[in-house]
């Protein structure tokens, strides 16, 4: 199994620790994404798709215990790690008992949490895309497995090309892609084509998914640069 294969959401309410981690989990090859509270973590969780969070106990607003039983009521499969202060054992008791996977005390050696994921990952045997089977965009379903896209439940006729970029961008939630990244990744890096056939498909996948392609909610046009998927619709 491979960390290029899992994303990673880090909740943690302190910067400084939180990029300490992302920096860390990066350069060992998961991909990071991060969340400042327990209410941004629960919206990221349908579209990052994490196969790890790493959740921090004292957050403002909804605290860990509570958000690690939200995740557990939307996704069983999310490996939990919990993050708790030191001599702080009934945090570990309570975190355990509502569904967390692990614990981490703080401070905390980085390669120690690197290791702890690698261990939960290889017991439980998970990667990315045992969570990341299908889900929800406000209109929009999409169910990988099957390869299948629903607007208001009605099923959308997509090619093999057009359902390769819809999965290049949940795959890169709210991530702006380049033309160039787009071209090479869809189309291979030895097509010579003009790069413009890359707007022309944007504009057929608008037709077909967009309400109204002329004000897309979905892929947003970058302007110079090529297009994002709007992971909050």
Known sequence: MSEDNVNVLVVEDES?????????????GFKVFE????????????????????????????????????????AKDIIVIMLTARGQDMDKIMGL????DDYMIKPFNPLEL???IRAV???????????ADSFTF??????????????????????????????????????ALSRDELLNSIWGKNYFGDIKTVDVHMRRLREKIENDP?????????WGYGYRWNKNN
């Open 16 to 28: 400084s620790i939180r990029k300490f981690i992302e920096i860390n989990l990066t350069r060992n």
């Open 35 to 74: 969340a400042g509270s327990g209410e941004d973590a629960l919206k990221m969780v349908n579209t990052c798709m994490p196969s790890v969070v790493i959740l921090d106990v004292m957050l403002p607003g909804i605290d860990g215990f509570e958000v690690c039983q939200r995740i557990r009521g939307m």
């Open 97 to 100: 008992d509502l569904g967390a």
């Open 114 to 116: 690197v290791a702890r």
């Open 121 to 131: 990952l290889r017991r439980t045997g998970k990667t990315k895309q045992d969570v």
């Open 138 to 175: 406000n209109d929009i379903h999409i169910d990988l497995k099957s390869k299948k896209i629903f607007r208001n439940d009605i099923e959308i006729d997509l090619t093999p090309r057009e359902f390769s970029i819809i999965n290049m961008f949940i795959e890169n939630p709210g991530v």
């Open 214 to 222: 002329s004000d897309p909610k979905h892929i947003e046009t970058v």
